[in-house]
Nanobody, 132 residues
Framework: QVALLESGGGSVQSGGSLRLSCAAS????????MGWFRQAPGKEREWVAL???????NYAISVKGRFATSRDNAKNTLYLQMNSLKPEETAMYYC??????????????????????????WGQGTQVTVSS
């Protein structure tokens, strides 16, 4: 079992920045993939960023170049640096972790997929509000 606790949300003006944190505890050695998702009121959950076991990252097109996720293994903490925030990015942001990963025979690497059902652990969420 892995427990996740997000922090760092808040209110910021359009164009501003925030850094979210996600502290993991429990069976952290089982984690292979971590991700960030967000959900705005009345909208479906949306994938934001992925980080795999080798700290390779992948981002949704809408945030690429503005958001960056990273991990501090010593602290078992995942981060999401968000820059140039837009009002339409107002949402609850969730951290997720899972042990499911995929293997590419062609490249010989393991990789993660932004499928919410692949993530067995979820945080409670942290609210991000971006005002215009």
């Amino acid at each position: 079992q892995v427990a996740l606790l997000e922090s760092g949300g808040g209110s910021v003006q359009s164009g501003g920045s925030l850094r979210l944190s996600c502290a993991a505890s429990g069976d952290t050695a089982s984690i292979r993939c971590m991700g960030w998702f967000r959900q705005a009121p009345g909208k479906e959950r949306e994938w934001v960023a992925l980080l795999d076991r080798s700290s390779n990252t992948n981002y949704a097109i809408s945030v690429k170049g503005r958001f960056a996720t990273s991990r501090d293994n010593a602290k078992n903490t995942l981060y999401l640096q968000m820059n140039s925030l837009k009002p339409e990015e107002t949402a609850m942001y969730y951290c997720a972790a899972g042990s499911k990963e995929y293997y590419s025979d062609d490249s010989g690497i393991y990789y993660c997929v932004a499928n919410p059902s692949d993530f067995s652990s979820w945080g409670q969420g942290t609210q991000v509000t971006v005002s215009s």
